[in-house]
């Protein structure tokens, strides 16, 4: 008997629709003998409601987080009340949903009292989605015959105390799933647990930052030992690059752990570029498919490398960055101040995302994502103010209007002239190269252009990629 983790989305939760489809998958795989874990996102679009509710209830707002309140009853009841027959299933449904909005309302007017937000309060209540979504999905589950069970994940995957973005603690995660969900799944049960949250030891929420679903799906994929890993989502499978922004991408029918890292880490949103760590070890298979479109059989993501003429795989990009340039002659053969910088980076809480240094050491720039940009300047300041004073720093320089763009493909590596490909095809279209660096993985080469000039670089990098697709 197989077990398989199976991760749904916001929008493949999203609607009744949706959710009717889901449970058809489910099923499926149950009669084919599989025992299925469920790990579910909030409806779509719920966590942004959410996280703008802390915000109103900090500022007095209260309208506004009741009428959140409202339309997330709304929109739970109704898809509740379309996919599950009068009764008992239902009523119980009904009430988990009003008592789960009961405590968010009472959440709320304390931020309200209180005047301030935090990251601690957030968790607590961006959580609410996940948590909204599981009784529903479990309920509808149920419905069309299938043993399931809602379960917070608050209860399992044990995490620091880092909120928005905390970290699993394996150990304990393990021997939790071990005791509290293993003894469900072989009674039988279909356990539906949240995504995207966890709790702290002493049982505080937290959230593993956004997406972070996908992450969830592969803790539990991992902790449960399951054969298989689904990621059910609203697109074929992982593409040749983001079909919102070139309507010609393609399903890639294979990647590997290490090209899906490289793309998920450069901006494909696809998976949370967290995904893959857990499954590593044990080499647990990740199936990318669409819940809208279910037989078709997706991406597989395994661990060979693939053997192929593709040399450009995919090619991602990142919007909101900030390049960060320090510069100045007195740093040429000066020890350190490359290590320094980086340290005030992490210290302002930053992290750096891509780095490139000219050959003249005259410069070195850097990439974080644009919310951080004015803490790390400061903190850079700070740390080089006696480089400043002296001149032998000039200046550390802030750019926002860059993007940063990669091409992945674990066939690069060995084939020789491919950045020179990259580039020449970059000059060809008139595009301006503002900084390069290639992963030491030799799977994926990064660069910054213009933010004007992202669409038209994808396009035209993706021809290339295209081309291997078709050659
Ligand atoms: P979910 O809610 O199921 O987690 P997401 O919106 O987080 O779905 O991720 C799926 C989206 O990722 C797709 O709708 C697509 O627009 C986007 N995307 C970006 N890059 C890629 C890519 N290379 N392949 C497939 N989808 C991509
Ligand atoms: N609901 C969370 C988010 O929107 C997590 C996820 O969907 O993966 O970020
Ligand atoms: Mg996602």
Known sequence: MKTITMK????????PEAIANLVSIVKESREAGNRVIVVVSAMSGVTDQLLNSVKMAASGNKWGYLSTANKLRDRHDDALNIL??????????LVQTKSLLEEYTEICHAVSILGEETARISDAIVAYGERLSSRLVAAALKARGIE?????AGDFLVTDDRY???????????SRIDSRLMPALADGITPVITGFIGATRTGTLTTLGRGGSDYSGAIFAAGSDSDELVIWTDVDGVMTTDPRVDKRAR????????EVGELAFYG????HPKTVQPVLDKAIPIRVRNTFNPTFPGTLIGEMGEPSVTVIKAVTSIKKVSLLTVSGKGMIGVP?????????TASAGASILMISQSSSEQSFCFLVTDTTADAVKHSIETQLAAEIATRDIDRVDVRDDVVIITAVGAGMSGIPGVAGRVFSTMGNNRINVIAIAQG???CSISFVVAESDLERAVIALHDLALESVSA
Not at 164 to 174: C, F, R, S, V
Not at 251 to 258: A, D, G, N, R, W
Not at 337 to 342: D, N, S, Y
């Open 440 to 442: 030491s993985s030799e």
């Open 148 to 152: 399931a069970a809602a379960f917070d």
């Open 336 to 344: 350190g101040i490359a290590g320094r910088t980086f340290h005030a």
């Open 268 to 271: 494909a949103k696809v998976l």
């Open 84 to 93: 599950v027959p009068p009764g008992e299933n239902r009523e119980k449904a």
């Open 8 to 15: 749904f989305g916001g929008t493949s939760v999203g609607s």
């Open 164 to 174: 928005q973005n905390a970290t699993p603690l394996w150990d304990e995660t393990q």
């Open 251 to 258: 399903v890639l029918p294979y990647v590997s752990y290490q």
